[in-house]
T-cell receptor, first 112, second 113 residues
Framework: LAKTTQPISMDSYEGQEVNITCSHN???????ITWYQQFPSQGPRFIIQ???TKVKNEVASLFIPADRKSSTLSLPRVSLSDTAVYYC?????????????FGTGTQLKVEL | NAGVTQTPKFQVLKTGQSMTLQCAQD?????MYWYRQDPGMGLRLIYY???????DKGEVPNGYNVSRLNKREFSLRLESAAPSQTSVYFC????????????FGSGTRLTVV
């Protein structure tokens, strides 16, 4: 399983764009990159997933360079409610018995 | 849809007691997982079940057993609880044909005294 490295914490203010970068140097050809969000006392929630280039949904964008050794989660115009821990995971397929490994994640704190 | 349902939400056990954490999903997912999360840490995989009838150890299986009762249900049993098992336990499920990853339950907060 490819190991990921991401910042322990980040601070931002409401209305700003936040970019969280994850390093995964040993990513395998079949691996996808998936980001989860976790609020206190809740289970993680899927945010976005990608394989290469750029993926965008109503919540976030995911940028993946050609070498796929890193990825950047972009949250546009964050609000206080985006304060959470964000996990970057790398694994083949989307689950289905594959053991996705969660690191310690990035604690994002959004202030007024 | 309820998604992934875990019971109980909270539990206090005395050292040496046993208990079973229940998990059920209504999304017809093939795979189910049990994770534990200690304060300030990420999730660690305890056991998983790739499909009905199969189970495999994860990163931290010692002190736990699991049962994949049917496609919907995956239970986690602590035979003799220890204070080191104080944690929040999350159940998750996934479908290999689904591109949206894991769906997690809301967790069981377990304290062993």
């Amino acid at each position: 399983l490819a190991k990921t490295t991401q910042p322990i914490s980040m601070d931002s203010y409401e209305g700003q764009e936040v970019n969280i970068t994850c390093s995964h140097n040993n990513i395998a050809t079949n691996d996808y990159i998936t980001w989860y969000q976790q609020f206190p006392s809740q289970g993680p929630r899927f945010i976005i997933q990608g394989y290469k280039t750029k993926v965008k949904n109503e919540v976030a964008s995911l940028f993946i360079p050609a070498d796929r050794k890193s990825s950047t989660l972009s949250l546009p115009r964050v609000s206080l409610s985006d304060t959470a821990v964000y996990y970057c995971l790398v694994g083949s397929s989307t689950g289905g018995g594959n053991k996705l490994t969660f690191g310690t994640g990035t604690q994002l704190k959004v202030e007024l | 849809n309820a998604g992934v349902t875990q019971t109980p939400k909270f539990q206090v056990l005395k050292t040496g007691q046993s208990m079973t954490l229940q998990c059920a999903q209504d999304m017809n997912h093939n795979s189910m997982y049990w994770y534990r999360q200690d304060p300030g840490m990420g999730l660690r995989l305890i056991y998983y079940s790739a499909s009905e009838g199969t189970t495999d150890k994860g990163e931290v299986p010692n002190g736990y057993n699991v049962s994949r009762l049917n496609k919907r249900e995956f239970s986690l049993r602590l035979e003799s609880a220890a204070p080191s098992q104080t944690s929040v336990y999350f159940c998750a499920s996934s479908d290999s044909g689904n591109s949206y990853g894991y769906t997690f339950g809301s967790g069981t907060r377990l304290t062993v005294v």
